[in-house]
């Protein structure tokens, strides 16, 4: 009897279980999983091991060509500018040239040829660049002409290099060429080298900005990964040079210099009022867009940096300090011989002369050594020295310089007679030009002495001294009285009847001056070696001062001295800054102080 199949619930039918399947037999899936997984990890397990071990090079490079570059924003130089904002330094359109060396490694040998030739750029230099290993940006030229550029690329791509291409990279440039170069200074390829380029570097430069961005197949990826930090633009420097007065300066100094067959000259326009200096002329100077050119002794600021013996304009500092002392007048009698024998040696003056009855009015219009040394007999031990600080002389301008020199003024303790009777007319101590100009601009200023400036407003310099006509000073050295007295004394220099320097004066107007020869030291020897400095200083109009003057020529070939070779180009100079800045005449009768007695 055959058995019978239990009955099916009502509405629920009979399972069945599908063959082959693998529900009920967890173990059974679990072993697929895992057979998957190790199918996919043994292929990628083959694929490091090819880009590891059997062709590692010719991936990196497909990787090296897959990637980010970064590229440098050059900010943008500020301007230096000068008092009316005409731009005496400024930056002009240009670029650079960059390489990738993962296009130019093949052929960078005959690249490197191609283009040290056209870029005036190093061969080896430029084929290590064009070779250098992961990388894909390399700098081949900075600051190149965009013209020049565009055809050193145009060229490249037609000779069938690749890899090349240009940013933007502004070029420095000096309209004016040599005008105020020696202030101003010039820049390397990368650098700034000198003057205020140098100096003031900090705030002309600004801060690169930079880009980075992805690239593949050697090109950018217009929607790859970006990201730009921007540039940030130097900020401008204001100077206190009048760029046309500067271009007239120099050019009166250099016909100075040259038609008196000189080795060097200074010249320097202050503002009698403000200490601001209108112009600092150097000869010989440079242009500033090819300071190559030029020899290294040129391209700074003598004025500045090198010291010398001022000489009889020493006179002014010495007098006037004697009259604010109470110690003598313009009128006071002094008996000048011809030789004024102290302890072991003689003082002559720069003529030869018996017995002469000078007033102190006479000693400044005569230029008398020895009536100086007579009248600073009377100042007490100490005190000469104590007015020549005051006066900043032995100290620095600090108006932004580099280089300056301090000058020498040997500590009043250790002066003896005949060290202060050599200081007294101008010997045995040493100033640079600025310092100088400074000095008989007290005299000017009616005895205060005002702090000189190059720079309007304020900068800091990059050792971190903020200078300019913000930081101006004001300190009195001399009474009202004193250089009231000294300025009539010093019309005597100019007046033809009976002064030494005629040739400094200025048609229509009063001129206060003061000649200055002196003997200059040897490099050689040490000693005194037969060659003179020759200057002039003065300032007009001479009853109401807006400028003061100061030329100095080094070793007049001609034989000429202060008056004759320096008083010319003070007279050129002071005209045409009285004209500029329309200045009249006083009007006034000048002075008629006796000068003998």
Known sequence: MRPTRPLQRAGRPASRRPRGSLRGAPHLRLRFGFIVIAMVLSVFGARLVQLQGIDPKSYAAMAAAEGMVQVVLPAERGDILDRNGE????????????????????RAPELAKFLSSRLDVDYFDTLERLRTKDSRFEYI???????????????????????LATRRDPIRDYPAGDVGANLIGFMGTDEALGGFERTFDGQL??????ARYEIGGGNRIPLGESTITRAVDGKDLHTTIDEDLQWYTQRVLQQTVVGSRSESGVAI??????GELLALADY???????????????????????????????????????????????????????????????????????????TLAGVIAKSSNIGTVLAADKFAPGELYSYLRKFGLGERTDIGVRGETPGILTDGSLWTHQTQDRIAFGQSLSVNAVQMTAAVNTIANGGVRVSPSLVKGSATTDDGTTVGTDRTTKSRV???????????????VVDPDVGV??????PGYRVAGKTGTAQRVGADCGCYDDTFTVSFAGFAPADDPRFTIYVVVQNPGNGGGGGSVAGPAFSKI????????????????????????
């Open 87 to 106: 731009p005496m330094a400024d930056s002009v359109d240009g670029l650079m040239v960059v390489a990738d060396p993962y296009m130019t490694r093949d």
């Open 141 to 163: 030229a900075r600051r190149v002409p965009s013209t020049k550029a565009t055809d050193v690329l145009n060229a490249a791509k037609a000779a069938g290099y690749e890899g």
């Open 205 to 210: 430069a600004g801060t690169d900005g930079s």
């Open 269 to 274: 326009v202050m503002d009698s009022r403000t």
């Open 284 to 358: 010989p100077t440079f242009d500033a867009n090819a300071p190559l050119e030029a020899s290294k002794d040129d391209l700074g600021s003598r004025a500045m940096s090198s010291p010398y013996e001022p000489g009889s304009v020493e006179k002014v500092l010495t007098l006037s300090s004697l009259i604010d002392a109470g110690k003598v007048t313009p009128r006071t009698k002094l008996k000048v011989p011809g030789v004024l024998n102290r302890e072991d040696r003689p003082i002559h003056d720069w003529f030869p002369h018996d017995l002469l009855h000078l």
């Open 478 to 492: 001399v009474s009202t009285r004193a250089a009231h007295d000294m300025a009539h004394m010093m019309e005597r």
């Open 501 to 506: 320097a005629p040739a400094a004066q200025v």
């Open 574 to 597: 002071m005209s045409y800054t009285l004209r500029r800045y329309a200045v009249p005449p006083t009007g006034t009768r000048p002075s008629h102080l006796p000068v003998e007695w």
